[in-house]
């Protein structure tokens, strides 16, 4: 199934089955209550614009976002002269995030100095897991997949994080793709990763070209694990891959997509490998009127996710 | 009104208001519903038996803790030789939590070396909270107050710190008190902080005899504008005031119940304060079979929030 969510009676929204330009709806009515074992009966098909959806998920019990793609955190610690620690190659990083989540076409507020970024980044949705759950159980778990634009806030984060208890400033709500896929919707798919490349435009150029289903440190059934050492995990449960990054083909820390690289997924890494290569970053964060634009197309070309399209503007 | 959770259709439970030992369903059905505005009509009368409560709020969108009685964060670090930067006294330390609740009886799992400790803190529960909110539109905002056990695993936390991002497998769940209150129903409520001795009992000895609206240096208004500043809060959101800690009258670090002290919330608050005088930490953390009781009275001694009673067990 295609399951998107359309505006209705409460902010959970109404949930649907996408098929082509019609939907029709889910007898439970929300997102929440389907993951929870409600009834999926479809109702009578209706027109559907995928103009009109809401985050497929629009608030839920529990984020928790990876950063499974170490080339990421190899980067940005490289440009500021730190080592990486050994144990990040075996030990995911995973903070608490907001499970609070925007339209793929909301606006992104921004103010002078907030240092506003986007990181694309791939994410699943989960059925409940218990306490101590295998990988097994872990990727049995996985009920949904669709794209998330995990907002940051570059120009907060350091002074937040220096404080030692992680992100609140720093992560404001991150945005959804329009649908998310039930596994056997995506071929790329392989029961752990999703295959495919991710498309991230930044005013309408090819900013980023990565594949999410290369140099993936920790599969999502991993990072489920990780995420359900001390605490069973409520079905709902957003777990996020992290920036997708790609390594370059000889080690080097990749290029903008212009020069043939496959780009950057985030802004922050451009900036870290300009100051590599040349001293100092030269691309801005985002300020007003900038747009984000996330997508990833099937073996047809044709968007599987929607399209996060989003616009930067004055807070 | 006094308002409580009983187990029902969904994990949500059913919300209902107390009126001694008899209660009266509200029509919206479940916490979150009340919140976003649902229907208050009460029902007709029901027993109630506090025993069989869920937390008031089983689940909810987001937990935001404070570290507000910042006595316990300079004691913490007074230990390891570190010193406090003068900004803890002005700009809240903050973490993004579980928002899952367990009830005020669950037992909670322990596993050797994960050094389980409790935190005793007041809480509240807001309405919709606008980005940017000041503290006048955030006090309007608080909707309920009640006790919050903030369970914390120090074995794991300092690895985990270490890694920069964060609380996951630090702070599983927390519990809830049975009641959460309406601010007409606190006499000891003054519209930012809570008046009134927090007892926590270990293994049914006295532990801490805390004031909570004394030494709270950021009070609740001022935490939902610092939770607030870069993102919308939802209603249903927890703000939490941290572990609930004095000052010693002379300045110094405080004594145990027994020997006339105001005592401590927190295990790790003990120890600190055993290694400060004497070099060394003797109480040991929570292991299977301790009890922990958190409570707090009105004038008639009565409990108010009814009583967070929780058993360690094996995990």
Chains 1, 2 share one sequence.
Not at 40 to 68: K, N, Y
Not at 86 to 104: K, N, R
Not at 129 to 141: F, I, L, T
Not at 227 to 246: F, H, K, M
Request: charged share 20%.
């Amino acid at each position: 199934m295609k399951l998107a969510t359309l505006p209705g009676p409460t902010p959970d929204g109404r949930l649907v089955a996408v098929e082509g330009d019609r939907c029709r709806p889910l007898a439970c009515g929300t997102m929440l209550a389907w993951l929870d074992g409600g009834d999926g009966t479809l109702g009578a098909a209706e027109p559907f614009d995928i103009r009109d959806v809401l985050a497929p998920l629009p608030r839920s019990w529990q984020f928790l976002d990876g950063s499974s793609y170490v080339n990421h955190v190899e980067l940005v610690r490289r440009a500021r002269g730190a080592e990486m620690p050994e144990s990040f190659w075996h030990d995911p990083l995973m903070y608490q995030g907001l499970s609070v989540f925007t339209p793929p076409t909301a606006s992104i507020p921004s103010k002078p100095g907030w240092g506003t970024d986007l990181e694309a980044e791939v994410a699943v949705v989960t059925g409940p897991v218990p306490r101590g759950a295998s990988p097994a159980e872990a990727a049995k778990a996985i009920r949904l997949i669709c794209l998330l634009n995990d907002i940051s806030l570059r120009g907060l984060i350091p002074a937040e994080l220096a404080k030692g208890f992680g992100f609140v400033h720093g992560k404001p709500a991150s945005a959804l793709s329009p649908l998310a896929l039930t596994p056997d919707e995506l071929p790329g798919w392989d029961g752990a990763r999703l295959h495919g490349t991710l498309r991230v435009d930044l005013n309408g150029a090819p900013f980023g070209r990565a594949e999410a289903g290369v140099d993936m440190i920790f599969d999502f059934p991993h990072l489920i694990t990780h995420a359900a050492a001390t605490r069973d995990l409520p079905a709902g449960t957003v777990i996020g891959s992290g920036t997708v990054s790609n390594r370059d083909a000889d080690g080097g820390p990749g290029r903008p997509v212009a020069e043939g690289g496959r780009g950057y997924n985030c802004i922050a890494e451009q900036r870290v490998v300009e100051t590599i290569l040349h001293g100092d970053a030269a691309t801005p964060f985002l300020v007003p009127g900038d747009r984000v634009k996330i997508d990833m197309q099937g073996p047809d070309d044709a968007s599987l996710f929607g399209i996060i399209e989003q616009e930067v503007i004055a807070a």
